[in-house]
């Protein structure tokens, strides 16, 4: 086992980690911004060290800080979280070649799932559906207009390097598609570095639904069921849960162990996600977060395991204590994140937290690095809690959910917690009867009617 992690990250997927290591009896180090010299994480670690001031490319992403802490501290493995840095196969190949190991799958696999289209195409060989498309990059418009042409409208244009809504645009017609092509490259390029994109066929009423793998690296791998994340804004998730409503066991089972082969095949390492739009009972792939989700707490809480230890004992060389006949799901979990905005516009809301309470009692979890007097600070992403509950079923997750939100309580600044009151209340929620369209037109409905 390592005698030290250095986590990669801030905010609560740091106390995450931060947590599993502690019961495990592992001391940690945690990195942070001048920004971030306050912030929880830095002091729950056993060790902290500044690596940069508050902007992200000179802290957070600043490799050379963080080997050199690494070095500094002794550190022998790094823990990336998600985001920022963790599924960057450049840096995983640096820690490499530094000595460090790197919590999550290898570099290679990192490269492959990172590229929309390589990804679709190892998915097709490996025997996953995906979303019918094009085959490769579309280099022109012609060839844009060719390949819509053969899909049939709408279609979606999408960034080959994409990700949460970037370098995505939407052609109902063929008339669409000149802008859509020009506007989704140039989005990428800037946000990625990369203006290559494809082409997907739109599906007008998909459910979100991803398969939880893990894999030993050695070519055994299991699946942890399905969470479903239909309820989107904007391309980003906002309430999860697990199981999907219209998921049922035979369906989980089929699809479950399809992933997990799949990802036995290629040897995998570590936690990852395969991600689906299914609609009309077809399932169809999206693309593999090659990480640890934001949404992993449902997972968790209803098949009782800790994916971030799992993660330690795969990455330290311990092997895979998960197997597929001893995984079994309890219970129904959802989860909301709380983001400091301001609705109904959701415009980012930094300040000072004044008053902070979390909700607690049976089958309530709450991830969050906020305490009474912390200032938010306005660089980061602007998620600041998961709350996450879990029931005997869903009708009782949903009351649960509705009363822990009752007890949440931060003062001070704006945040989206008056969102997941409104949504308990609509019947499509409640049912579960809904896609991944439908809260943007209910928010846009609700606004429509409210001016």
Same mark, same amino acid.
């Given at each position: ?35 971030d ?17 508050? &902007? ?38 640096v ?5 460090? &190991? ?38 022109t ?5 060719k ?15 994409g ?36 082409i997907?066929?739109? =599906? ?7 398969? $939880?793998v ?6 055994k ?13 904007? !391309? ?8 999907s409503?219209?998921?049922d ?5 089929r699809?479950g ?16 996600t ?9 399932? !169809? ?47 129904h ?28 009692? =049976? ?25 996450t ?8 997750a ?9 007890? =949440? ?9 008056? =969102?997941f ?8 929620? $409640?049912?579960?009867d ?6 943007? !037109? ?10």
């Amino acid at each position: 086992m390592f005698s030290k992690i250095l986590i990669a990250n801030r905010g609560e997927i740091a106390l995450r980690v931060i947590r599993a290591c502690r019961e495990l009896g592992i001391p940690t180090v945690a990195v942070h911004s001048t920004a971030d010299a306050d912030a929880m994480h830095v002091r729950m670690a056993d060790e902290s060290i500044c690596i940069g001031p508050a &902007t992200v490319a000179r802290s957070y992403l600043n490799v050379p800080a963080i080997i050199s802490a690494c070095e500094i501290t002794g550190a022998e493995a790094i823990h990336p979280g998600y985001g920022f840095l963790s599924e960057n196969a450049r840096f995983v190949q640096v820690l490499e070649d530094h000595g460090i &190991t790197f919590i999550g799958p290898r570099a290679e696999h990192i490269r492959i799932m990172g590229d929309k289209i390589t990804a679709r195409n190892t998915m097709k060989t490996l025997g996953v559906p995906c979303v019918p498309g094009s085959d490769g990059g579309v280099p022109t418009l012609e060839e844009a207009c060719k390949v819509s042409d053969d899909l049939g409208y709408p279609v979606i244009v999408k960034a080959t390097a994409g990700g949460g809504g970037h370098g995505m645009k939407l052609a109902l017609t063929r008339d669409d598609l000149e802008e859509a092509f020009s506007t989704a490259r140039s989005e990428s390029k800037v946000a990625f570095g990369n203006d290559e994109i494809y082409i997907e066929k739109y =599906l007008d009423k998909p459910r979100h639904i991803e398969i $939880q793998v893990f894999g030993d690296g050695h070519g055994k791998a299991v699946h942890l069921g399905e969470r479903d994340c239909s309820l989107q804004r904007r !391309h980003q998730k906002v309430f999860e849960e697990a199981p999907s409503p219209v998921i049922d066991a035979e369906t989980r089972a089929r699809i479950g162990q399809l992933c997990a082969d799949a990802v036995a095949d290629i040897q995998y390492a570590g936690a990852g996600t395969i991600e689906f739009l299914c609609q009309d009972g077809a399932f !169809h792939f999206m693309e593999m977060n090659t990480r640890l989700q934001v949404e992993h707490p449902v997972t968790e809480a209803i098949f009782g395991v800790d994916l971030v230890k799992q993660q330690i004992r795969i990455a330290a060389g311990e092997g895979m204590e998960l197997r597929q006949e001893n995984l079994s799901l309890k219970g129904h979990a959802i989860e909301v994140r709380i983001n400091a905005e301001k609705l109904p516009d959701f415009l980012p809301c930094p300040g000072t937290v004044h008053t902070f309470h979390a909700p607690g009692g =049976l089958g309530v979890r709450m991830d969050s690095a906020l305490y009474a007097g912390y200032s938010i600070p306005p660089y980061y992403d602007s998620l600041i809690a998961k709350l996450t509950v879990v029931g005997t079923d869903r009708p009782a997750a949903l009351a649960r959910l509705r009363r822990a939100l009752g007890e =949440l309580v931060v003062d001070g600044v704006d945040t989206t917690t008056p =969102l997941f009151h409104a949504l308990l209340d609509q019947e499509v929620v $409640q049912k579960g009867d809904y896609h991944i369209h439908w809260l943007e !037109h209910w928010l846009e409905t609700r606004d429509a009617g409210a001016a």
